[in-house]
């Protein structure tokens, strides 16, 4: 009872090889949603495609930072050269006021006619009168002019030397620079000039003899 024929043997070892055709081999090869088949060699393709993207993702996100401090720095910059533009125009400014004069020339210039007027007797001579009604007015003209001339000549000489005290890498922009000339070489010709009047070399007091 225990033993097998032969026939059964053949069956059970052809119902096993059946078996063993008959069962499904897994490959590497699996289905998309739309039906498309994708091989194990894709699918590896696919996860670097991923990976590719979240590094890109992860990259834009750490560029965030440098692309805020690029523009923290073009706003800092942008805020230098409007100052900077400021003061070349009023280091040209002075140096105009300083060849022209001004309101200040103009009352020192009154006050020291009358106080020449009522330190001067009417008996001095007319040199002294002179000197003391009209050269001394002249003069304090001449010293205002000479303080304006100054004040544009410092201005601009701050303007054209600030870039190399500055960060590096940032040129001022060509017109400040042509203010900044325009002011310095106005302050040049009226300190020159406030200089000759002062010293009586330019427009002196006439001869009274």
């Known amino acids: 009872m225990g033993t097998k024929t032969v026939d059964e043997a053949v069956d059970a070892n052809g119902t096993e090889a059946k078996s063993d055709k008959e069962t499904p081999q897994v490959t590497g090869t699996e289905e998309t949603p739309d039906g498309a088949a994708v091989t194990g060699a894709e699918a590896p393709a696919e996860t670097e495609h991923e990976a590719e993207a979240e590094a890109e993702e992860q990259d834009g996100t750490e560029d965030g930072a440098p692309a805020d401090e690029d523009l923290l720095v073009a706003a800092e910059k942008e805020a230098t050269g409007v100052g900077q533009g400021a003061a070349a125009v009023v280091s040209a400014g002075l140096g105009i006021v300083s060849l022209t004069g001004s309101w200040v020339a103009t009352v020192a210039a009154a006050r020291e006619t009358l106080v020449g007027q009522l330190q001067t007797s009417s008996s001095a001579s007319v040199a002294t009168q002179v000197k003391e009604v009209y050269g001394d007015a002249w003069a ?24 190399a005290f500055g960060a590096p890498g ?38 009274t003899k």
């Open 140 to 163: 304090t003209t001449a010293l205002v002019g000479g303080l304006f001339a100054l004040a544009a000549l410092i201005v601009g000489v701050v303007v054209l030397v600030r870039p």
């Open 170 to 207: 940032r040129p001022q922009a060509p017109w400040i620079k042509s203010v900044a000339w325009a002011g310095v070489s106005l302050g040049v010709v009226g300190l020159v000039l406030a200089v000759a009047k002062y010293s009586d070399l330019l427009l002196g007091l006439p001869s």
